[in-house]
T-cell receptor, first 111, second 115 residues
Framework: DVKVTQSSRYLVKRTGEKVFLECVQD?????MFWYRQDPGLGLRLIYF???????EKGDIPEGYSVSREKKERFSLILESASTNQTSMYLC??????????FGPGTRLTVT | AQKITQTQPGMFVQEKEAVTLDCTYD???????LFWYKQPSSGEMIFLIY??????QNATEGRYSLNFQKARKSANLVISASQLGDSAMYFC????????????FGKGTMLLVSP
């Protein structure tokens, strides 16, 4: 079974802090994705990556950056957290153009 | 215009009944894929079913089937014999084109199954 893990289920940070959200997959998937989920808005793609050291902007990249130094790990970075970045963050991975496998999510609160 | 539209914010169904969750999509690509995911209260997204635009038959996976009507651009999820554990948020998603594998998600439908 594919396993996607995220470093924290719940996280509370202060405005202006630098925040790292880590995601690791164990199935040698090429593709990895970061989404945020907000009530009434569904999932929105922040960044994705098709290979090590490669990244592409999604629909809402502002205020975020990513890092993929190893194939199995994809990190989302909030350079200076703001209250409007309070959300559920979901990481996913996929081998091909079919289904994406999701991690359990990180609920981030910025105060 | 929204690429994926789920018009039902919430649906109620009794246990053992069938339920249809609506999804319409908008794309000009000939090659695309449609997905349904389930998100229980625990938060994890669970892949349910996939339909490719060139697939001639409707996809089925156990109690889940996808009613694919290409001309109407609809991809409704049908859950037969609902169970209490089916209570969850359901998302329809689309992959466009034959290149990148990014998905566009709808806003979701909350399904509540009552005894």
């Amino acid at each position: 079974d594919v396993k996607v893990t995220q470093s924290s289920r719940y996280l509370v940070k202060r405005t202006g802090e630098k925040v790292f959200l880590e995601c690791v997959q164990d199935m040698d998937h090429e593709n990895m994705f970061w989404y945020r989920q907000d009530p009434g808005l569904g999932l929105r793609l922040i960044y994705f990556s098709y290979d090590v050291k490669m990244k592409e902007k999604g629909d809402i990249p502002e205020g975020y950056s990513v890092s993929r130094e190893k194939k199995e790990r994809f990190s989302l970075i909030l350079e200076s957290a703001s209250t409007n970045q309070t959300s559920m963050y979901l990481c996913a991975s996929s081998l091909n153009r079919y289904e994406q496998y999701f991690g359990p999510g990180t609920r981030l609160t910025v105060t | 215009a929204q690429k994926i539209t789920q018009t039902q914010p919430g649906m109620f169904v009794q246990e053992k009944e069938a339920v249809t969750l609506d999804c319409t999509y908008d794309t000009s690509d000939q090659s695309y894929g449609l997905f349904w995911y389930k998100q229980p209260s625990s938060g994890e997204m669970i892949f349910l079913i996939y339909q490719g635009s060139y697939d001639e038959q409707n996809a089925t996976e156990g109690r889940y089937s996808l009613n694919f009507q290409k001309a109407r651009k609809s991809a409704n999820l049908v859950i037969s014999a609902s169970q209490l554990g089916d209570s969850a948020m359901y998302f329809c998603a689309m992959r466009e084109g034959s290149g990148y594998s990014t998905l566009t998600f709808g806003k979701g439908t909350m399904l509540l199954v009552s005894p």
